[in-house]
Structures are given as C-alpha cells and as structure tokens.
C-alpha cells in the first residue's frame, strides 16, 4: 500500500509584511503541487526508514535513530522532515524508532527551477510541510495509531514554524491547506482564513523576475527596522492593513477598479518599506516589470516578501494582460504559467499491484 498527498504552492496577492502585524492578506493557491508518496511497512513486517527527494537538486538518505529512539540529525536538505516526522510521531505517543518505517518520496521540483536548486518563491517549504504532514498523519491511521481527522490549520502552521524557527505568518501552510483563494489573518496570534473571490474579470499573470529571495533575510530585517524606528514603522504598516482592507473590500464588493488602485498602492507602499528600512523589497527586476504594467495600463506588485522571486500583473481585461505579458518578456522575463487551484491538500491511498 501507498499513501499519495498532494499540496499546491501559494501567491500572496496583497497583505505582505502587514499580515504579521495583524493585517489580512489574500493568497491564492496555484496548480503547481507538491506530491510526496509514503510507503508504509505493515506493523508485523517494520522496516528502515528511507527518503528520496528532489530537494536540493536530488538527496537520498536513510533514518537512523539513536538509543533513545530518536532520530539521528541528517544533512540540511533533510531538516523539514526530519522535524516533520517526529512532530507527527509525537502526536501519536510514540517514538520515531519504534514506527514499522517506511519509504518517502518528495517531488517539488514544479516549484523550482533548473536542477531544484534555484526556487520561484511559491511557498515550497509550507507545500512540502502540508503534504508530508498529511501522508504521516494518515500512515498514522494506517498503523492504528491515531483517529483520522482533518488536518488543522493550526497544527500545520505550527508544524511549518517549527521547520522555519518561528519566522513567516503562516498564510502559504493555509494555501496549501485549503486551496483556492483565501482572506487570511492572524487574529491575537491565531491563524484565520475563510474563501474569498476575487472581483469579477480580475485576472493576473506571474512573472519569475530571474533571482530568488530569502523571505526570512528580509523580514528579519524589516523587525530590526521596527526595533530602531518603531513610530515610521508603525505608521506604514497601517497605511499597508488600509490597502489590504481595501483589496478584501474590493473582493467582497466585487469592485474591479478597487482592487487594482489598492494593488498598485500596496506596490508603492512595499518600495517604500523597502528604502525605509535599507532592504531590496522592491528590485530592479521588479521596478522594470512596474514599469512594462504601467505601459500596458495594468496594476503590478511583487508576490511575498519581494526582493526577486515572483511579480505579478493584475487586469481586469484579458487583452491588456496579454500585451503585459508579452512586454515582460520582451524585456525579458519569463511569465510563469499559474492557475488558481480550487482543492487544498489532497490524501489518496493506493493499493500495489503485482507486476
């Protein structure tokens, strides 16, 4: 037998930054999937445990544990699930020595580019987080060694925080978690998210800039820049909750031009937290791509934290995305094909047949 769970990647629309301080964010979940596949041994027939995986350009690796059944460190790439494994081992009131074992395969590479190495900034890690989760918690079930259940936003979301140390909102695990598009919030520090649509004819188009970006170097640094201007930092972050407001507002309402002006405002509002607190929120790559949307009379802004990664163009009219498109990669860039996906994180058992 065989468990296969499927995640879907992320794009934060708007509330970047603001939704740590308490701001909504939208994020959509987009058809780019992680799948991992988990092999579990029969409870009378245990075996080692093994991975494979495409992170960092193609790993494999066995478990070992050590006398109190803990598991052994590993090589980095190998850290989230690692942590992943022994979270959902816990929960169960076990050990993770004395599981039966089993094999796991990890495949992102949709998420990546070139050899896996190189990622697009689509929330890889909270996709490969969600999913494993999901086949461990049913191999749990397999084993009897928990009631099935939903997955919980709150138990991925701190599942996730474990693998980053704390760092991130939270709002790609609730992408992957539930899927489609998602008003999403931290309400006195828990994790909220509820469907949402966007308003009618909105459409967007990805752009990869060309250069990856570190979310956490970045919202590291925008923390050191509330510790030392607390009063600018506070009053941008309002402005940004206002724009994030606005843009549910839009959504609720149905208001197209809504949207886009609290698009290309929160865009602003992002070049400016960028100078402000001496970060590369808002590059070249993406000044360009602004530019090519202005040309084409379509709203852009960076997806996440900025800094590389992903832009996207927003329109309400599909010729004027089109000719975005067609002018970022005259400049160019390379337009990501992405499609909002409607399911959240999928879990299939399958059994083997004989060759």
């Avoid at 478990?63 to 022994?86: H, I, K």
């Avoid at 004819?201 to 590291?220: E, K, M, Q, Y």
């Amino acid at each position: 037998m065989r468990i296969e769970a499927l995640a879907p990647a992320k794009l934060v629309l708007i509330g970047e930054y603001a939704v740590l301080d308490g701001a909504p964010a939208i994020v959509a979940a987009v058809d780019r999937l992680v799948r991992v596949e988990l092999s579990p041994a029969p409870m009378d027939a245990p075996r080692p445990w093994s991975i494979r995986s495409d992170l960092g350009g193609g790993q494999a690796s066995s478990l070992t544990f050590d006398e109190q059944g803990a598991l052994r460190p590993g090589d980095a790439w190998r850290r989230p699930v690692d942590m992943v494994l022994e979270r959902a081992v816990r929960s169960s009131g076990m050990r993770p020595g004395d599981l039966p074992g089993g094999e796991l395969v990890i495949e992102s590479a949709a998420l990546f580019v070139g050899a896996g190495e190189t990622k697009l900034g689509l929330g890889s890690s909270a996709a490969v987080v969600t999913a494993l989760s999901a086949a461990l918690q049913d191999a749990l079930v397999y084993w009897n060694l928990q009631d099935a259940a939903p997955a919980s936003l709150s138990e991925a979301l701190a599942a996730h925080r474990q693998v980053q140390q704390g760092a991130g909102s939270g709002v790609d695990v609730a992408a992957s978690l539930a899927g489609g598009v998602l008003r999403y919030q931290l309400v006195d520090g828990r994790p909220e998210g509820r469907g949402l649509h966007l308003p009618p004819g909105i459409g967007f188009r990805a752009v990869w800039t060309g250069a990856p970006a570190s979310t956490r170097h970045l919202v590291d640094g925008v923390r050191a820049w509330r510790a030392t201007d607390p009063e600018p930092f506070a009053a941008l972050m309002a402005e940004m909750s206002t724009l994030a407001h606005e843009a549910v507002e839009a959504c609720e309402s149905g208001s197209a031009a809504d949207f886009l002006a609290a698009v290309s405002n929160y865009h602003a509002a992002m070049d400016r937290l960028g100078q402000q607190a001496g970060l590369p929120i808002v590059t070249e790559p993406h000044r360009t791509l602004a530019g090519v949307a202005a040309a084409a009379g379509v709203a852009y802004k960076p997806s996440g934290a900025g800094g590389g990664d992903v832009g996207l163009l927003f329109a309400a009219s599909e010729p004027a995305l089109v000719e975005a498109g067609r002018l970022a990669e005259q400049a160019g860039y390379r337009l990501l094909d992405l499609g909002i996906h409607p399911a959240g994180v999928t879990v299939e058992r399958h059994e083997r047949t004989a060759s």
